[in-house]
């Protein structure tokens, strides 16, 4: 189970998902909601396991039509760095990430929200990945 599932409210769709990166990271991720629904991925600080989006805050977007994505960011919770001696590579890798996250939550394009470095990640999506995203929410970040 990963971080955060115990918190929510029983009967919740809720899916959990691990995705292998070509480097030999794994992704850990949540998919929650109805996938008949938008996507929203939240995309957390670099240094945030997925937990920093409260699941209240997951069910409540849930509740509004959505379904939620969010993640663990390369060495954080239950997300592998990769290798042994391997090292996150930035903001590229980060990107690679999330678009991999959001096609095994079977996403074509979603509503991005990022948080702090996540704020990052979710403007270089926008602009080198521009039919992925359908809006950008920035919190706490800059240009």
């Known amino acids: 189970m990963l971080k ?20 030999g990271g794994e992704i850990a991720a949540e998919v929650i909601g109805s996938t008949e629904h938008p996507a929203v991925v939240l995309v957390a600080g670099g240094e945030c396991s997925m937990d920093w989006w409260r699941p209240e805050f997951c069910d409540l977007l849930v509740d509004r039509g959505l379904y939620v994505v969010r993640y663990d960011q390369r060495g954080m919770g239950e997300t592998t760095l990769g290798p ?28 991005w929200v990022g948080f702090s470095a996540g704020g990052w990640v979710a403007q270089l999506a926008a602009l080198d990945h521009p039919d992925r995203v359908r809006a950008l929410t920035l919190v706490s970040t800059s240009p």
């Open 4 to 23: 955060g599932m115990s918190q929510r409210m029983p009967g919740a769709d809720v899916r959990a998902l691990r995705v292998e990166r070509p480097d």
């Open 84 to 111: 042994p001696g391997t090292r996150r590579d930035g903001l590229p890798v980060a990107v690679d990430d999330a678009l991999a996250v959001l096609d095994a939550a079977g996403a074509a394009d979603a509503h």
